[in-house]
């Protein structure tokens, strides 16, 4: 009897995003905040997988990203970890957990490395976040940047409106880029930015550049999960594209149920023992 041998999973790594920009391959990468979803997005051979703090909003109801606790972070991107087998794993450092001083942002990164197994963390700015970048890389912890229509920040900008339109901004996020790479992060994310000042970011940029709704000439996209799936109804910006509408199939699978409880046809002979 022949036994055909389990092909391991080869892993997607920094370096792997690298190489993939060099040769134009687009990036995939997709919110997840718990074990079954992310099982399945792994499954589903994305190449990076952020547990965002967008949580906050998406599993927690809250209004903005701010709430969200690092106590809370850990938590869920434990259940992605013991999902995933393939995927990077980027985490964000959420408000509160960093921004302080570079040792608060080295001590936040460190918790979340050790306590979920998470292979790399995210944090929201520019320039001001350079002392905390470089020593965050200095013990080994891989970071993404994240520039343009920064949710951590909601209150300092008003609005969810798109972010660096004037030349001003523009510029200022440029610089904040460029500092970013030197820095040493491995990758940026761009947030609702003109789609012509995100390709002039990646084409500046020799590490990957990842946009959600900053336009397609980046090095990849990102979208939040329950966005893209319709489980979220309320939240249709521009720049979302839905693929399924998983609140109809659910709320139409939860009303099937009901009605059948409440007619006696749930459980049947061949449901019971
Ligand atoms: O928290 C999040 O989901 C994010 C993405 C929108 C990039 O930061």
């Not at 370096?15 to 919110?31: D, F, N, P, V």
């Amino acid at each position: 009897m022949s036994v055909t041998p389990i092909k391991p999973v080869k892993r997607v790594t920094v370096h792997t995003l690298e190489e993939m920009k060099q040769r134009g391959e687009k990036i995939s990468m997709l919110t997840a905040y718990d074990f079954s979803l992310a099982k399945i997005v792994d499954d589903a051979n994305i190449d990076v997988i952020l547990v965002g703090d967008s949580a906050s909003n998406v599993m927690a109801g809250h209004e903005t990203t701010l709430p969200i606790t690092l106590d809370q972070m850990i938590y869920h991107a434990s259940s992605v970890i013991r999902a995933v087998k393939r995927a990077l794993v980027v985490v964000d450092l959420p408000f509160g957990s960093y921004q302080g001083n570079s040792k608060e942002a080295l001590n936040s990164s460190i918790r979340i490395m050790k306590e979920s197994g998470a292979h790399a963390i995210k944090l929201e700015g520019g320039e001001e976040v350079t002392e905390s970048v470089k020593r965050i890389i200095s013990a080994g912890v891989p970071v993404m940047g994240h520039l343009g229509l920064t949710p951590q920040s909601i209150y300092k900008f008003g609005t969810y409106a798109v972010r660096a339109v004037e030349k001003e901004e523009a510029d200022k996020l440029l610089r904040d880029a460029k500092i970013l790479e030197d820095a040493g992060c491995f990758a940026l994310v761009l947030e609702k930015i003109p789609a012509e000042l995100a390709t002039q970011v990646a084409q500046m940029l020799t590490i990957p550049v990842i946009g959600i709704g900053a336009g397609s000439g980046v090095d990849g996209q990102v979208l939040v999960l329950h966005d893209m799936l319709g489980i979220n109804k309320d939240f249709s910006p521009r720049f979302m594209r839905r693929y399924l509408n998983l609140y109809e199939e659910i709320k139409t699978g939860v009303e099937q149920y009901i009605s059948d409880v409440k007619a006696k046809d749930f459980p049947n002979e061949g449901e019971q023992y």
